[in-house]
């Protein structure tokens, strides 16, 4: 038999996050390759990195690129530790994270993460996915969230014309410290990066079964929607 999916696996974060984001919160998105990072991102008003461990050097130095012009870049977990071949990041690249993060990272226990005041991320549910605090912070980083022993957790920083947001800790639907937290938060910041739905879910469920996801909508017009998502394939 297939070993059981862990909610909160890399591939399980990317596909909570775009459902928490496009299919409910109605914000429109789609999906870059390395090759197509290559290409001018200034069509994008945002850019969403989830736990990208491993990235070529040349796609973090358009990232930070695209941040000093203006973009809003938000970044999950830990990020380009690791060249296209898993190989250490240099020390030019790791310089050129640090700078467009506005702190370093620091391995750091999950537990819950609050954001003015709330909780809003609960602990992964799969202990093999890395949470980190970040340190050292630059003076224009300012501290959104917080784990529970008061380590930053979720940070923005200045860059240029744009804005970084790093999260430490894993996101998602099956994740989430109530229902729709993080879709709030990130929708929310979104919005204020001039990013909006362009339709809005006054009403959702979701059901899963094996590899056969399930998730009804209902928009702002009254229409009834219902997505069937083959998660095997994520």
């Keep these: 038999d297939r070993p059981p999916r862990l909610l909160s696996s890399s591939q399980n974060q990317l596909r909570s996050i775009y459902e928490s984001v ?28 989830i736990e990208a461990d491993c990235l070529p050097r040349q796609t973090v130095r358009r990232i930070v690129s695209y941040a000093q012009h203006g973009g809003t870049v938000i970044i999950v977990g830990p ?26 990272t620091t391995p750091a226990n999950a537990s819950f993460v609050s954001i003015g005041g709330q909780r809003v991320l609960a602990p992964s549910r799969d202990t093999r996915i890395e949470a980190v605090a970040f340190t050292n912070l630059s003076k224009n980083v300012q501290v959104l969230g917080t784990y529970a022993d008061g380590t930053p957790a979720v940070i923005e920083h200045a860059v240029g014309g744009g804005k970084v947001l790093s999260i430490g800790s894993p996101i998602g639907v099956a994740s989430d410290a109530r229902p729709g937290a993080s879709m709030e938060f ?4 979104l919005a204020k990066a001039g990013v909006q739905p362009c ?31 083959n998660a095997g394939l994520y």
């Design 22 to 49: 496009s299919l409910v919160g109605g914000v429109p998105a789609t999906f870059l390759s390395d090759e197509q990072m290559d290409e001018s991102l200034d069509q994008y008003a945002a850019l969403v990195i």
């Design 79 to 104: 990020i380009g530790r690791f060249d296209e071949y898993g190989h250490a990041a240099d020390a030019s690249t790791t310089q050129w994270i640090q700078n467009l993060q506005g702190a370093d």
């Design 186 to 189: 990130l929708c929310e910041y």
């Design 199 to 229: 339709a809005r879910t006054l009403e959702h469920f979701e059901s899963s079964r094996n590899d056969l996801a399930m998730l009804g909508l209902k928009d702002e017009q009254g229409n009834d929607w219902l997505i069937i998502i």
